[in-house]
């Protein structure tokens, strides 16, 4: 019997439908072939383009599409033109994020074997780790609502001992996968600023406390400025980082950095009922229109989505598929069949998806 799933689609702006559609007809490829599992898309308007046309930026409608969704994909919002009153920019994907309390963002980071990467790889050395970054408070607790006069600007950073729970009990549910499925050895490891803010020594603490509750992994701390250089200098030695969220939006473009770029970055940002898969590029206006956008990130994005909904719901064919889809893309990148621009070749979207397909055999 083939199990069911709604999935939420928000097109975005920029480039986010020109990436958008090849991926939901691998989607829809994949699920028609599979005996274990059917989607079904629902088509949510939101964005900077939306906010243009009608006013609003995350409609009451799509919202509730969203919420009601088994899951949901979304490329891209913003477009650097169109803003709020306050001059801040359109982006209903951090809306979701707190409205659906989707605290655990993923940032996978992985360069094979034989993938471009801009450091200089040992020979036989494989990048493959977790970025995790809370993704409701940190930093970003008073975005739109920093205190601004004329001699002083204020945001405050929140850290609350519940979210920090569940991202930690996050942290190591995800390292015990991994070391399952022979992709990391059980580590989790920290990062914060435990030595100069007692925000994060409370992070740390809090972090310590769930680490207690599983002696078979292992768990360690760095400091955010030592895991950027660690980043450079050994990032195959990582397995599970677990930060907050301005300490992760700035490591996690690192980490697409050591990939070769955000046209390969995918993430996903998780909660205990919704999660959203999206790449980690933003709309990318500069190349909007012009057929030349990476689709490899949202496709990437994508195959989180089905492995997520595969151990969410048990669905084995859905956890097989998502594994096909990503290594169906390494291979894409590794052998250099169809590269982007942005990865130096000069294939255009559709036939980089094209390619993705044609390992597939779709
Ligand atoms: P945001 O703040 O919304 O994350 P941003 O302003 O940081 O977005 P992006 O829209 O991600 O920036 O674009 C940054 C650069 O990367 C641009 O030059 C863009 O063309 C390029 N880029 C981003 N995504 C892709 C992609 N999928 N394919 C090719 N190039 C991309």
């Not at 996690?252 to 998780?270: H, Y």
Request: hydrophobic share 45%; aromatic share 6%.
């Amino acid at each position: 019997m083939k199990q069911k799933f709604e999935i939420a689609v928000f097109q975005g702006d920029g480039i986010g439908p020109e990436i958008m559609g090849p991926t939901l007809d691998i989607l829809q490829k994949l699920a028609q072939k599979s005996e274990g599992y059917g989607l079904q898309f629902h088509d949510a308007p939101a964005g900077a383009a939306h906010y243009r046309e009608t006013g609003e930026s995350l409609p009451a409608g799509s919202l509730e599409i969203a919420r009601k969704a088994d899951a949901i994909l979304l490329s891209a919002m913003g477009l650097p033109d169109v803003r709020y009153a306050d001059g801040t920019e359109i982006s209903p994907q951090i809306d979701l994020r707190k409205i659906l309390v989707l605290f655990a963002g993923v940032r996978p980071v992985t360069v094979r074997k034989d993938q471009r990467s801009p450091l200089n790889m040992p020979a036989g050395k494989e990048i493959d780790f977790v970025l995790l970054r809370e993704s409701t408070e940190g930093l970003f607790h008073t975005q739109g609502r920093g205190e601004v006069s004329a001699t002083e600007a204020r945001e405050t950073l929140l850290i609350t001992r519940d979210i920090s729970e569940k991202l930690f009990r996050f942290a190591f549910a995800l390292a015990r996968t991994r070391k399952e499925n022979g992709r990391g050895r059980g580590r989790v490891t920290c990062v914060d600023k435990a030595n100069v803010f007692r925000a994060f020594a409370f992070f740390r603490q809090i972090f310590d406390e769930e680490a207690k509750k599983h002696p078979d992994l292992s768990a360690d701390h760095a400091y955010v400025d030592a895991t950027a250089l660690w980043m450079v200098q050994k990032p195959w030695e990582f397995d599970v980082l677990v930060t907050e969220n301005m300490f992760g939006d700035i490591l996690s473009d690192l980490g697409a950095g050591l990939m070769g770029g955000l046209g390969l970055a995918p993430s996903a940002d998780i909660g205990l009922e919704h999660a959203l898969f999206q790449p980690c590029h933003g709309s990318a206006p500069d190349i909007a229109g012009q057929g030349v956008a990476n689709p490899l990130a949202m496709i990437l994005s994508a195959a989180l989505m089905l492995d997520w909904l595969g151990i969410k719901h048990d669905n084995r064919a859905l956890v097989d598929d998502g594994a096909r889809l990503r290594i169906a893309v390494e291979t894409v990148v590794a052998e250099q069949r169809a590269l982007t621009r942005d990865l130096g070749g000069t294939a255009g979207t559709i036939a980089a998806a094209a390619a993705v397909q044609e390992a597939l055999s779709l």
